[in-house]
């Protein structure tokens, strides 16, 4: 990628523009021509660099729950979960992570806390054993997976503030047929909501005017490119987490969701033998720089104690797909 390439990449990983013509305001804010600028973000899409251009949905304000939940898998039996998991839809994530107890890290978006509930059940029953935790979000701080390229430093909550709480959004029918279309990758075309609308059989300016409704709700947290972060340059993914005073959780939360590198931060519940409460996930080039960053941050906040999960193997990577 030439600096052009990750110029284009920063700006549509936190808001591929809305609009009739999206790639004449890339090309615009880059210096590059409208077709110059679809070309390039082609060529991206086609090397694997881009996984798909799409909306990021808010799943609590559509009703859904969701938890991150670890689990201790004896290494003859990973292979089985992870093809058992494989078949679960609510099941979006599932990594293997350098810990000597819980090895077994996956995320659940389930339609209610009864489904979220049976998905933890089946698979407790397939390992044969009741060591899979629930780790539910006690208070997010940070949500957002985008990748600063180059020399500039990126917000991937611009324009979207997470709320304190979550009322359901009263969502249509029509809303929930464009909501499926949205999750998917848009076409690929130059005029690619005229292209949506048109395979939806609604008009460009609805669906344009829908969509924003759906991002100024806070329904959406932004419509973007999400990145395959290996291809990117992002070659190391690890959780820290962190012993936080409960009273200071808050304080510490927040100037821990201030490190670009942080692309996701939450506390979360403790077990009898998992003292960690606040999360931190963080991507590199390399494990040393995970490690550097953990540095810091301990430094900034004066956290001391802390852990540092490397994923060594990606069981399941897939984005949630809703009302289907």
Same mark, same amino acid.
């Given at each position: 990628m030439d600096a052009v390439d990750q110029a284009i990449l920063n700006k549509i990983?936190?808001?591929?523009?809305?609009d009739s013509r999206p790639y004449l305001q890339i090309g615009e804010e880059v210096g590059i021509s409208e077709n110059e600028a679809w070309q390039r973000v082609d060529t991206l899409r086609k090397k694997g660099i881009i996984r798909r251009i799409g909306a990021i949905f808010d799943s609590r304000s559509l009703g859904y729950v969701s938890t991150l939940c670890a689990a201790k898998v004896p290494e003859a039996k990973i292979s #089985? $979960?992870?093809?058992?998991? @494989?078949?679960i839809t609510e099941i979006t994530h599932n990594y293997l992570r350098n810990h000597p107890k819980y090895n077994l890290w996956f995320t659940i978006i389930a339609e209610s806390q009864e489904r979220l509930e049976e998905v933890l059940t089946i698979v407790q029953t397939s390992l044969n054993s009741k060591e899979v935790y629930n780790l539910p979000a006690i208070q997010v701080?940070?949500?957002?997976?985008?990748?600063s390229l180059g020399s500039e430093s990126i917000n991937p909550n611009?324009?979207?503030?997470?709320?304190?709480?979550f009322p359901r959004y009263v969502?249509?029918?029509?809303?929930? #047929? $464009?909501?499926?279309?949205? @999750?998917?990758?848009?076409?690929t075309s130059l005029r690619p909501f005229s292209d949506l609308a048109k395979g939806l059989e609604m008009?460009?300016?609805?669906?344009i005017a829908n969509t924003q409704r759906l991002m100024d709700s806070s329904v959406m947290r932004r419509l973007g490119a999400i990145l395959v972060h290996r291809k990117a340059g992002f070659t190391s993914n690890a959780m820290g987490v962190w012993i936080v005073p409960e009273d200071k959780v808050g304080e510490i939360g927040s100037m821990m969701a201030e490190f670009k590198e942080v692309s996701h931060c939450y506390h979360r519940p403790v077990l009898p033998d998992w003292p960690y409460n606040l999360f931190t996930m963080i991507h590199g080039h390399s494990d040393k720089e995970c490690q550097r960053i953990m540095e810091r941050i301990s430094e900034v906040t004066g956290m001391k104690d802390y852990s540092l999960l490397f994923s060594y193997k990606e069981l399941k990577k897939s984005s949630m797909r809703y009302f289907t």
């Amino acid at each position: 990628m030439d600096a052009v390439d990750q110029a284009i990449l920063n700006k549509i990983q936190v808001a591929f523009p809305l609009d009739s013509r999206p790639y004449l305001q890339i090309g615009e804010e880059v210096g590059i021509s409208e077709n110059e600028a679809w070309q390039r973000v082609d060529t991206l899409r086609k090397k694997g660099i881009i996984r798909r251009i799409g909306a990021i949905f808010d799943s609590r304000s559509l009703g859904y729950v969701s938890t991150l939940c670890a689990a201790k898998v004896p290494e003859a039996k990973i292979s #089985i $979960l992870a093809q058992l998991m @494989q078949g679960i839809t609510e099941i979006t994530h599932n990594y293997l992570r350098n810990h000597p107890k819980y090895n077994l890290w996956f995320t659940i978006i389930a339609e209610s806390q009864e489904r979220l509930e049976e998905v933890l059940t089946i698979v407790q029953t397939s390992l044969n054993s009741k060591e899979v935790y629930n780790l539910p979000a006690i208070q997010v701080f940070k949500i957002g997976v985008v990748f600063s390229l180059g020399s500039e430093s990126i917000n991937p909550n611009e324009g979207y503030s997470i709320p304190k709480h979550f009322p359901r959004y009263v969502i249509t029918d029509k809303d929930k #047929i $464009l909501i499926k279309q949205l @999750q998917e990758d848009l076409p690929t075309s130059l005029r690619p909501f005229s292209d949506l609308a048109k395979g939806l059989e609604m008009d460009e300016g609805y669906v344009i005017a829908n969509t924003q409704r759906l991002m100024d709700s806070s329904v959406m947290r932004r419509l973007g490119a999400i990145l395959v972060h290996r291809k990117a340059g992002f070659t190391s993914n690890a959780m820290g987490v962190w012993i936080v005073p409960e009273d200071k959780v808050g304080e510490i939360g927040s100037m821990m969701a201030e490190f670009k590198e942080v692309s996701h931060c939450y506390h979360r519940p403790v077990l009898p033998d998992w003292p960690y409460n606040l999360f931190t996930m963080i991507h590199g080039h390399s494990d040393k720089e995970c490690q550097r960053i953990m540095e810091r941050i301990s430094e900034v906040t004066g956290m001391k104690d802390y852990s540092l999960l490397f994923s060594y193997k990606e069981l399941k990577k897939s984005s949630m797909r809703y009302f289907t």
